[in-house]
């Protein structure tokens, strides 16, 4: 069917090419004539020149009318857009009727407000608005819908236009405003900025867009206000403040902008016509939070070129387009790197199109149908041959490079050189490559012969080749670097004979090896001696001589000539220049008779007529590579020249063996390949690899071979990889990587995935179940974050409510608490969390609601003031329980718990107002209890909506709420309404039931207020949260174990951040979930004292039971909880999970570890990750318990418990330490501070003498080892420490203000379950104050002595150093007479110490303090580490007798800023020379900290003192060398040399050279030497295989390169000197000619057809057909001619050979086809 369609269109085209008379109307189609409407009509005009208009076609039905389908048809046309003067064309259609006058009267006529119901009315509005009419039912067409869309109005009707402009066509801008875009030429930018402005710093910059960007929302939340910079691409700058909510023109560019109370929000839909920075101005002192989208441009973008010029005038050619980086803001092209550095950027393909389709002059006009007539292929890549690798061999290799050319073919196959864009359309090939990337040759030496004497002193040799990477004997290693090839040896037994009267060297074996072994020099670069051949033999017989010739020779590189040179030039040591040689013994034997010699003569020359001749050879053992031959001996009759018998000759005259090279050329190339490498694997599918190349035998004999380019072996390559072990591999374990620990520290938990997989031959992974794989199943969990984190402030326990009813608040007091790495929390002393953020200290809590009570109008106004919240409620209908008189509200008796369910149970019954995460398949009733109405109206909803009754959900007639069977759609949030009251409970499910259904619910958390019920809404600043939430496990009764208090807060901070809308209610559950799943049984559970001897001393476990269905089996290690052993017994017995110290008094140690599971789980122990084996000291039993038998320090480490079955395995670990007794570091070195600055701190350790002045600030400390932890205490020999001490938490003492009264004995005692340890110092106090009786007080402490801090209602908070005195003072006026009450984070003064006394308190008293100013001042003495916390002042005041309360929080400032030593002089001479005196931060023992941890205190200013203000010695003073003056080669650079002064007045003066004489003067100019010159380098000409230029002629070519020394590439060289790159030469390839082929048959019968043929490009020898540019330079014989010119007549016959074609597709309806194929036709019944 394909191939009818062929020649059907080859026919269409015939038949149209052929003269007709064209109709007026187009040609209907065959799709028009079966629906029966006629063929289009042509296009009308379109109805606007520009802006986008449109036009019609028409159509006429031929059915009479009744046609399916319109007759008229539109598309957009003149979409170009109109200029800017000629204004909007619904306008123009406006202002046509200012001239016509409206109800007698003439307006100025504008458009009205986009109408959405009448888009295409011409409705128009006068000036000023005062009147809207509609002028004209339609607008033109073209008119656009609206201003801000294509779309656009044809025939009164709007139709959607896209972006492209055409008629539903569907296009779409992209958010980077592409019409049909892909949005990959914009990125999106979002983010969020908070600026903190201050007064000081009033204006910030948040964000920056460049020009561009589009689609802006910014939002605002705070009192600052929005300044917009705009920035035109000319440079001008617009700076707009947003104040009031409107519209905006800011740099070209509308925006919108609305304010609210709190909230700014900024739109624009772009893009900006310039760049835009947005900055903050200062409004107020709340922070203002910026949250920002829009989408920014990519500066550096893809554009398409448009398309190059044609690459031919006619005949068809094509044309080519590229892309080119471009820069959207300056319109500028840049290389391609920038548009690379955007992965969006993708860069187009280059479009190809044809062009210049029209026949040439000379041609006939005779288009060629046979798509194989014309060839013309697109330009290449011509690519020339590799130049020679930089370097022979190495490790690293070296570089090679080759030309590369666009080149084009033309039709007569000849080439040239075209741009490069003209072949983008394929990627350009390498240019520089790196090779010869092997080994170098080096000396192998095999092994050392024998000795060559039985005794004593002797020689033995060795063979040394030079061996390549492929392990092949080669020449080319350094022969100063080859290994000696003969040495001494020594035979250690005594010789007992005489000495042999031949020299080792002669005997003929050793002899022959060694002239063999003896290498063959030949002449080199440097001056070597050359040795000739050697001599004959001096004798025939015996011992005898052999000379030769040895000259001092060099290799001329250039001419390829040898020169000999004197000896002395030759540096080596001369070879020899004789050696001994012999033949064997001599025939002639003394002591023979004469006569019995000549009868030998006589017998010899009968012998004589027989002897040894070579005959022929043997045939070759090789056809190439050098085989060989071998010369055939026969024993021939001299006289008949016959072979006779071998016996007949003299077999000890035989000739030795001669042998001949045969075939010395080289073999042909062929593949060589190595041995397969082992399998890469045992199992699964392996690869074995191996390696091919093409070699070329070079010698048989020496199996030298040469390896040759994979191109000249013909055969297939063999497969250098095949698969090896196709078998499956048995099952293991396959480990996941460890998941990220549940916590940062504070002990978490890790876990991973471990599952049994097999590989499979065919390469895939089968997973099996856990029985498969025979091992134990790898750990999956562990314990991460051991270590303690970081103190923080948390709240203690609330504080009763401030009212009995109403609205009122509750306090707490902050606690420092640390997760220590055990997972327990500890409380720590409040200094430690000093500068911490606090938590919420205040909140609300809801008691029950007020009565009503007649008051009067001033007691009224202070109960509101107070607690008392205003609110108005609808009363419900009288009940019981309601009192006339009495506004009451419904009261919800709710309870705010969090329901945990650890085990299954049939039916719970719950209260309204809590959460619940309970276990699927549990039946529920919520409970909702109200007072004070009818429980019958009692209505529940579900996330918002009404719940319908059914089976699974029904309200009982007490208001309670059914659930049966819970299921993970009973998920969500039920609200129980009793009239204006409700509150809510969260239902939530827990374990692997409500994970596999996979739905959640959709409902969004409730928001805060409807926690709270209706009645008693309450808006306040404060946090609103559940006062008394606590935490209730299911079923109720009796528990074995509670949750650990730090569980408990974990589930309820979880549980108020999912009700606060912070999380989702299904994130809360999975991470209860997830919480009480994997932390360990110790870190979960605390065991309830009542039921210890029920319990038996077991821990519940979350995970069994969560899911003991589905777990049941997996073995558990039961964790006991159990009180610390005491150190000194000597057998110790502990359970898994805890740990213990062992002394000199433990006898034996024993570590439970009891597991349950089935099968029976089986027990292993690890010390330190090492797996434990049996020893007569450590062994353990059945039941898993470990037992050490006399401990050693050795057997310290972590102990690990494993319990493994087929389902799953279980671990704990216990940790064995040897207890230390303490031990102090002490120092004997004495300390003093003479030479210090008064006032100073010192440091130093126990153990020594310390001499101090007064006013100095000590640190004494104690440094201590042991274990456990000791803990250190510091007392003084015969008294108290005194005021001024303090024991610091590091164990350290430390001693403010030293005075007369510390001096004395000091001693630390450290003190563990072990024992103590104690060392003393001696403190003196040298010197007493100055001279004149009163103490030198720095200013500062006089003003921190003087300083008061004021108390206030908000609270302030201050930083106080110890030893500086603390004076609070309330908010009074100086006349207050009411009593002032002071007290100490929320206890009164006296419940915390007694007023300061006259005698002095001694250590570990409380508080100590006096009233100063009537009570209106508070002084505090801060040498006491306690004295930090919250004071509080209440009095009432005068005017109003209100209360007023006012407070203050003291923290322990333990760091300060102190000066320090002086810098050095910045100058020695001149005006620039300065001192500065450093600034240390430094903490309370003296100790210098980071500058940052000081940034909370105000910085001191230190001033500079100018220093060596003088004049500086003249020096020289020399300017930047000037560039080279060559770019290549030798040049000179400069630079400018002066004598010059410094003043202390920081002039410069010049002066002359002689005052600069003392100092060498620097040179002015030197010698440069640039870049050495690039030059033309050549490669190596290419193979002889070009375009034929004649019969034998073609071409051959080579790359010619600009390149520098350094292998760079140049484009600098001088073209006049540049080589050929092109020559021609010689090959029989160019042997071609055309042939032509048989003429196929006539086009027509008659008439004037064509005929046309093939002709093929064909090498003459083998007539292998070429491509048709090899035959180019023939002339080729034409491809078609004219045929059957007779006349057709008038008779009805077929004139074209197509009409079977015609009859079968049934086209003879067709007059023309009619005409053509008459004779066809006239048979075809059809037809009629």
Known sequence: MKMESIIFWRAVFIFYTLPSVQASRMTRSDEARDIGWDAWGSWSECSRTCGGGASYSLRRCLNGGSCDGKNIRYRTCSNMDCPAESGDFRAQQCSAHNDIKYQGVTYEWFPSPYDPSAPCALRCQTKGRSLTVELAPKVLDGTRCRADAYDMCISGVCQEVGCDRQLASGAREDNCGVCGGDGSTCRLVRGQALPHLTPEQSMKTVLEMPSGSRLLRLNAKGPDVIVIEAVSLKGRVEETSLVSTGSYVIGNTSLDFQRGTDRQTLRTHGPLNADFIIKMKYGGSKDTVVQFLFYQPIRYQWRETDFFPCSVTCGGGYQLNSAECTDIRSNQTLPEHHCNSYPENTKPTPKLKECNMDPCPESDGFKEVLPYDHFQPLPRWEQGPWTQCS????????????????????????????????????????????????????????????????????????????????????????????????????????????RESLPVEAKVPWLKQSHELEEQRTATEDPTFVPGPWSACSTTCGPGRQNREVKCQVLLSFTKTEVDLPEEECDEERPHLERPCNHGPCTKVPGISSGLQEHESLNIQTKELYSWDYRSFTVCSATCAAGKQTAVVRCVNRKQGEEVEDSLCDSSSKPPVMIRICYPEPCPPRWEVTAWTSCSASCGVGIQTRSVFCMRLLSVDQQDILTVSEDECREFKPAILQPCNQVDCPPAWETEPWQQCSQSCGGGVQVRKVYCQQLLSTGAHRR????????????????????????????????????????????????????????????????????????????????????????????????????????????????????????????????????????????????????????????????????????????????????????????????????????????????????????????????????????????????????????????????????????????????????????????????????????????????????????????????????????????????????????????????????????????????????????????????????????????????????????????????????????????????????????????????????????????????????????????????????????????????????????????????????????????????????????????????????????????????????????????????????????????????????????????????????????????????????????????????????????????????????????????????????????????????????????????????????????????????????????????????????????????????????????????????????????????????TAAACERTSQPTDSEQCTANNCPTWVTSAWGKCSGRCLGPTATIQKRSVICQHANGSSYTDCDLRDRPASVRNCSSDLCDIQWRPGAWRACTVVCGSGFQSRRVDCVHRRSGRTLADQHCAWLQQPPTWQHCNTTSCGSECKDTTQYCSVVKRLKLCYLDMYQQRCCGSCSHDPDST
């Not at 209706?1014 to 496990?1033: F, K, N």
Request: glycine fraction near 8%.
């Open 768 to 1551: 099996l179940g856990d029985g498969a794989c025979w091992e134990g199943k790898p750990a999956t969990n562990k314990g991460c974050s051991n270590i303690d984190c970081l103190p923080y402030l948390s709240g203690g326990e609330w504080g009763k409510c401030s009212v009995s009813c109403g609205l009122g608040i509750q306090r707490r007091e902050p606690l420092c608490r640390q997760w220590t790495a055990m997972g327990n929390q500890v409380t720590l002393a409040r200094e430690l969390c000093s500068g911490l953020p606090p938590p919420p200290l205040v909140r609300i809590c809801r008691m029950m609601a007020c009565p009503k009570q007649e008051m009067r109008p001033k007691e009224n106004q202070k109960v509101l003031l107070k607690n008392q919240v205003r609110q108005t409620v609808r009363r419900p209908p009288k009940t019981r329980g309601y009192e006339e008189g009495v506004k009451q509200c419904p009261l919800l008796m709710d309870l705010h718990k969090i329901y945990i369910q650890t085990r299954k149970e049939k039916r719970l019954h719950l209260t309204v107002g809590g959460h619940a995460y309970l276990l699927p398949n549990t039946s529920l009733v919520i409970k909702c209890p109200v007072r004070r109405f009818p429980k019958a109206y009692i209505r529940w909803l579900k996330d918002g909506r009404p719940l319908p009754s059914s089976k699974h959900l029904g309200i009982t007639k007490f208001g309670s709420l059914k659930i049966q069977f819970l299921a993970a759609e009973d998920i969500g949030v039920y609200k129980c309404v009793a009239g204006p009251a409700s509150d809510i409970f969260t239902l939530q499910l827990i374990g692997s039931d409500s994970k596999s259904t996979g739905r959640l619910s959709t409902a969004s958390p409730p928001k805060w207020e409807d926690m709270l019920p209706s009645c008693h809404r309450h808006h306040s600043g404060m946090e609103l949260i559940w006062p008394g939430v606590s935490v209730s496990l299911l079923p109720p009764g009796v528990q074995e174990a509670l949750l650990q208090p730090q569980v408990e807060e974990r589930l309820i901070n979880i549980t108020l951040k999912a009700d606060r809308g912070e999380i989702q209610q299904e994130q809360a559950s999975q991470l209860i979930s997830s919480l009480l799943t994997h932390m360990s049984a110790a870190q979960l559970w605390t065991r309830t004292t009542g039921s210890r001897e029920q319990a038996k001393d077991r821990l519940p476990n979350w995970s069994e039971r969560s899911s003991s269905e589905t777990y049941a089996n997996r073995p558990v290690i039961i964790r006991q909880r159990q009180t610390h052993p005491l150190a000194f017994q000597k057998n110790i017995n502990i359970s898994i999970g805890h740990s213990t110290l062992l002394t000199n008094t433990t006898q034996s140690l024993t570590i439970r570890c009891p597991a349950e599971g089935f099968p029976p789980p089986k027990i292993s122990w690890t010390k330190d990750g090492t797996l434990l084996r049996h020893t007569d000291r450590v062994s353990w039993d059945s039941s898993g318990g470990l037992h050490i038998l006399q401990p050693r320090v050795s057997d310290r480490g972590q102990y690990k418990c494993t319990a493994t079955n087929t389902h799953g395995s279980d671990s704990e670990t216990s940790q064995l330490l040897v207890a230390e007794p303490p031990a102090i570091a002490v120092s004997w070195r004495n300390v003093s501070d003479h030479g210090l600055v008064l006032g100073h701190s010192l440091r130093s350790t126990v153990g020594g003498q310390v001499s101090v002045r007064p006013g100095a600030n000590l640190t004494l400390d104690c440094p201590v080892t042991g274990v456990p932890p000791p803990t250190v205490t510091w007392n003084k020999k015969n008294g108290p420490l005194g005021a001024t001490a303090v024991s610091l938490p590091s164990g350290s003492l430390w001693i403010g203000n030293v005075s007369l009264h510390n001096q004395g004995h000091y001693s630390c005692t450290a003190t563990n379950a072990i024992g103590k340890s104690t060392a003393s110092t001696v403190l003196q106090v040298s010197g007493q104050y100055p001279a004149g009786g009163s103490r030198v007080v720095p200013v500062s402490q006089e003003l921190n002595r003087r300083r008061v801090l004021m108390a206030s209602h908000r609270g302030t908070s201050v930083f106080i150093k110890p030893g500086d005195i603390l004076r609070i003072g309330c908010p009074v006026l100086a006349d207050h007479k009411p009593p002032v009450l002071w007290d100490y984070n929320n206890m009164t003064l006296k419940e915390v110490s007694s007023p300061e006394q006259s005698q002095r308190p001694g250590p570990g008293q409380g508080l100590q303090y006096r009233m100063l100013v009537g009570g209106r001042v508070l002084e505090v003495n801060t040498l006491q580490v306690k004295f930090s916390g919250r004071y509080r002042c209440q009095t009432l005041i005068n005017s109003t007798r209100q209360m007023l309360s006012a407070w203050i929080y003291a923290h322990i400032e333990e760091l300060s800023w102190r000066f320090g030593e002086w810098s050095t002089c910045s100058a020695s001479c001149g005006n620039r020379g300065s001192w500065l005196r450093r600034i240390h931060c430094v903490s309370l023992d003296g100790k210098v900290v980071q500058p940052t941890m000081c940034q909370h205190i105000p910085k001191p200013i230190t001033s500079p003192v100018t220093c060596n203000r003088q004049d500086c010695p003249p020096r020289w003073l020399v300017s930047e060398w000037s560039k080279c003056s060559a770019s290549c080669g030798g040049g000179w650079k400069r630079r400018q040399v002066s004598c010059q002064q410094l003043d202390a007045r920081g002039a410069v003066r010049t002066l």
């Open 391 to 498: 370097v022979s061999c190495g490790q690293g290799g070296g570089w090679q490079v080759r030309s590369m050319l666009c080149v084009e073919e033309d039709t007569q196959g000849q080439f040239s050189q075209v741009e490069e864009w003209k072949c983008t359309h394929s990627p350009r090939p390498i240019t520089q490559q790196i090779c010869n990337i092997f080994a170098c040759p080096q000396w192998v030496a095999m092994e050392w012969s024998q000795c060559t004497v039985t005794c004593g002193h002797g020689l033995r040799y060795r063979v040394v080749l030079c061996i390549d990477h492929r392990g092949q004997h080669i020449g080319g290693c350094e022969a100063s670097l080859k290994p000696h090839v003969k040495e001494d040896c020594l035979v250690p037994i005594a010789c007992h004979k005489p």
